[in-house]
C-alpha cells in the first residue's frame, strides 16, 4: 500500500499502539496529545514494544508526538481517535477536525461503548465517520472491530478495512452500531453467566477460568463456536439450547454480587482480590504472560505472512 500520512489523537495506551502498528505498516503517523506527560513518554513506551517484537528500529522515526492538532493533522488520509471515552469531548474533537482536513479524510473512532453514530452526529461530511474498534494491545492484537453506523459509506469501510488488512491486522465489517459491536457482547455474555454462576455458589473464580481455558477455549482460537456449532451438528446445537436456555442468567443490571465487591473495593488486580485475590507478584506474572504469549502469536503470524509472500 502507498504509504500515507494518519493522525492519532490521543497519545495514551491505545493511541500509542495503533501509531506503533501503522507506522510499521510504512505509514508517517503524527500523534496529536495536549498532555506534555503523555506525549514525553510514548518514546519509551515505543522501544519496549520495539524491544518486544524486534521490529525494524526505523518505524520510530516515522512517528511524531504534537502539541497541537492542526499541524498534526495537516494532509491525513485518516485520523484514528483513541481520547477519553467521553461523548462531548469526541464530538468536539471530530467538530474540530472537520475544520482542518480533507473532505474525504476518513475519521475513526476507537471508543469501546459510544456509537461513532452520536459522536459524528454535529459533522457535514458523516459518511466519513466510521468506528475502529482496536483491542489492547492493539499492535499485539490482531481483531479490529470495523462498524458502520446509518451514514458510514460503503467506500469508508472498504478503505478503513484494507489499511488495516494490509497492516497485518484482521479487521471485520460489523454492520450495525449497536453498544458492545460484537466482540465484547460476546465477551460479557459469558461475564453474566461467569458471575451469575459464582453469585450462586456453582464454582469458584478460579474454576471458571480453569473451566475456559482448559476447555472450550483451548481450541477457540482455531475453532470458533459458529464453526464448532457446524462441526457437532445444529441438531445436537438444538437440543442441548432447549434444555439449557431457560436456566441461563437472563438479568438485565449487573448484579447484586458485583455491585458489593465494587463497593467495598475489591477491584481485582490493582487492589490486590477482586473475584480472585492477587499478591503483587501473581498479578506481575499474570500480565507478563500476556504479554509475552501475545508477542509469541505477532511473531508467529509475521513469520507465516513473510513465508506466504515467497
Ligand atoms: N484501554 C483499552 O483496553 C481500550 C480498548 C479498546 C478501546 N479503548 C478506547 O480507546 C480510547 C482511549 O483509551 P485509552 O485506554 O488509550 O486511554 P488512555 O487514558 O490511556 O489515553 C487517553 C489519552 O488521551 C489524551 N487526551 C486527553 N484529553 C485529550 C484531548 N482533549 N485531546 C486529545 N487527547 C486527549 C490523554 O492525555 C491520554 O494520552 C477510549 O475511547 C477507550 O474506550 C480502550
Known sequence: MTPQNIGIIGAGLMGHGIAYLLANAGHTVRVYDPSAEWRASMPARLQSSLDLLGDDPMLLKRISAHEQMAPAMQDVSFVFEAAPEKLPLKQQLFAELETMVAADTILASNSSAIPSTEIGAKLKHRE???GTHFWNPPHLVPLVEVIQNEKTSDDTIRKTMELLR???????????????FVGNRLQHAIKREAIAMIAAGVCDAETIDEVVKSGFGARMAVLGPMEQSDLVGLDLTLDIQNVLLADLDRSTAPTQFLKDKVASGKLGMRTGEGLRKWAPSEADAVRERLRRFLAEQAQAEKTRAQKARS
Not at 166 to 180: E, F
Request: net charge positive.
Open 128 to 130: 466519513r465517520v466510521v
Open 166 to 180: 494490509d497492516a497485518g491486522r484482521k479487521p471485520v465489517h460489523v454492520k450495525k452500531d449497536i453498544p458492545g
